[in-house]
């Protein structure tokens, strides 16, 4: 059974730090692709960062550019969010999802398998 499992969201506060894990379990992780979305309450849910199977590409929304970094660790089967300086327009449930190579990365639908989401809660 296929399974990615988020951990690591909480409560900040405005120019705080946060770091989002995520886990698989159940496939053959090294060969997909990773992203990080996240989804504000009442909004779609948008595209945060992505890396490539191999880890040697990275791409970021320009609303996380310079305070966002994403990682995996193909040998734990995990994949990070480090968030820095967050704003409360960082709020929202943040999941990450697995994809064939090839997919788009922006677009969720291209996306095959989903973690069950982290709530983080940025406060002014």
């Known amino acids: 059974q296929v399974q990615l499992v988020e951990s690591g969201g909480g409560l900040v506060q405005a120019g705080d730090s946060l770091r989002l894990s995520c886990t698989a379990a159940?496939?053959?992780?090294?060969?997909?692709?990773m992203g990080w979305f996240r989804q504000a309450p009442g909004k779609e849910r948008e595209f945060v960062a992505w890396?490539?199977?191999?880890?040697?590409?990275?791409f970021y929304a320009d609303s996380v550019k310079g305070r966002f970094s994403i990682s995996r660790d193909n040998g734990k089967n995990t994949v990070a969010l480090q968030m820095n300086s967050l704003k409360p327009a960082d709020t929202g449930v943040y999941y990450c999802?697995?994809?064939?190579?090839?997919?788009?990365?922006?677009?969720?639908?291209?996306?095959?398998?989903w973690g069950q989401g982290a709530q983080v809660t940025v406060s002014s």
């Open positions: 999802a697995a994809q064939g190579v090839g997919a788009s990365r922006y677009e969720a639908s291209q996306y095959n398998y």
């Open positions: 159940g496939w053959i992780y090294s060969n997909y692709n």
């Open positions: 890396i490539r199977w191999t880890g040697d590409s990275i």
